[in-house]
């Protein structure tokens, strides 16, 4: 299987880089920038262009067919009110969170089309179906990402190919423990939990799963 990741490089992307690894798969990770060398193939890219992931897509069918596209960018911003709401904070939420998987689902559906097989997963946010004061921009752009993946599932339920996101609460990442030091990390998902998730959604086994919103929320 040959599996293409975007936001390889992060608390969540490299668990789950490594747990395809380990499930067999050959991996392509793909991210702004590397500070280290990994065990799969790294590419190096900039998915807010649609250049950026046309040549990402083209980089990856090098290495054969495209299986699976796991889309991990994100970004969390906010901290104020509706009304207090910059525009830079909303439209930074719309370009990282939606705007991005847009481009990447775009350049990695027509290859896949063209084989009549695939699998597209992305990670979400709890917040795309419960409210959280205080960060609309950022739970609009998780919630615009849920139904990107629904209409992807609709649209390609005849191609062989399926699209499902999963939402996490909060992960158990050094970034979050950094940014949260007085948390109970013990409730926060693992990484690795999701990680698990994302490789049986890309299987053979979860052929009929198409279209699903997975919560998987840790004991949050």
Sequence with gaps: MN??????????GVPVCQAFVEAGAKVAGAALAWTDKMPF????VDLNTAEGCDEMIRSALKQGP???LVHLVGGFAGGSPVSETDD??????????LRAAFLVFRAALKPMAAARRGRILAVGSRAAVEALPNFA??????????????????????LGITANIVLPSTI??????????????????????????????????????SGAVIPIYGRA
Excluded at 41 to 44: E, I, Y
Excluded at 140 to 151: G, H, T, Y
Excluded at 189 to 196: D, G, L
């Design 66 to 68: 495209m299986d699976a």
């Design 88 to 97: 830079k904070t909303w439209d930074g939420m719309m370009n990282v969170n």
């Design 172 to 209: 158990d990442t050094p970034a979050n423990r950094k940014a949260m030091p007085k948390a109970d990390f013990s409730k926060w998902v693992k990484p690795e939990s999701i990680a698990k998730l994302l490789v049986w959604l890309a299987s053979e086994a979860a052929a009929d799963v």
């Design 3 to 12: 599996v293409l990741i975007t936001g390889a490089s992060g608390g969540l």
């Design 41 to 44: 193939a790294t590419l190096t």
């Design 137 to 158: 921009a950022y739970a609009v752009s998780k919630a615009a990402l849920v139904a990107l993946v629904k209409n992807v599932a609709a649209e390609t339920v005849d």
